[in-house]
């Protein structure tokens, strides 16, 4: 419903529409408060000291031995050199990041719909990261959408990884339509971007230039943002900050 302000003096009414945005910003905070936009960062004081409200594995969070690494060595506000931002490495054998599995399915689309003022019809994920190594094809190696642990191939919904020559990302089966191939592999920091519509599709992006698409999983929402390393030392994954988000 759109709200009526009062005017300032000699002009006529002023209507706002009810288009609002609402941005979950604490990690802790994603399965306790409503939204349309939640938003985490990663680095030493994520994981908290016992009973800190930022502390991930205390509100639906699963971090295994991933480690916490402060930021150096940055240009200010230089894209030609990041530096090493504040992270969290996955460098070990079954590193998993997961957080809870509440995106996607239509109750939850329906609460963001109360402040977006419409139902949304895509589901978006973006990534500020690194394949610091990336020298096998390991499809559980990567981020993205998955139904429970990325570690599983089988939840994944939109998940991207490296197949040792080029970045790639691949829904459940894997196959055909469930699988798209991009840019060549490199270590550098990019924006990485994911969008599924709910007509069928889902798109990806790097640096905001468009790599292709893969078929929509059906049957596996709500869905999580995860992130894993299947084995130590052939691929490795840094990430600074994630965003999802309803549109």
Known sequence: MATELAPPKGHGLVRVAHNLRQHITRPALWTREPGTDFWVNFGPTMAGAAGDELIATDWGWTLTSITLTAGSLGDLLSSADVGTPT??????????????????????????SQFLGYMPTKLCLEVFGNFSVNS???????FGLS??????????????????????????????????VGALVDTTYHHWKIVA???????????????????????????????????????????????????
């Open 136 to 142: 096998v094809a390991e499809t559980t190696s990567g």
């Open 197 to 247: 519509n709910a007509s069928g599709t889902v798109d990806w992006y790097i640096d905001a230039v468009l790599q292709g698409s893969i078929t929509l999983v059906p049957d596996l929402f709500p869905t999580a943002f995860s992130a894993s390393v299947v084995a130590g030392g052939t691929n490795r994954v840094n990430l600074d900050w994630a965003h999802v988000w309803y549109e």
């Open 147 to 180: 139904t429970g642990s990325s570690l599983t191939a089988t939840n994944h919904i939109a998940f991207i990884y490296s197949d040792a020559t080029n970045f790639a990302i691949r829904g459940t089966p894997g196959t055909t339509t469930y699988a798209d």
């Open 87 to 112: 992270i969290a490495a996955l460098d070990a054998g079954s590193d998993l990041l997961l957080g809870p599995s509440i995106f996607g399915d239509y109750g939850h689309g329906l609460q963001a």
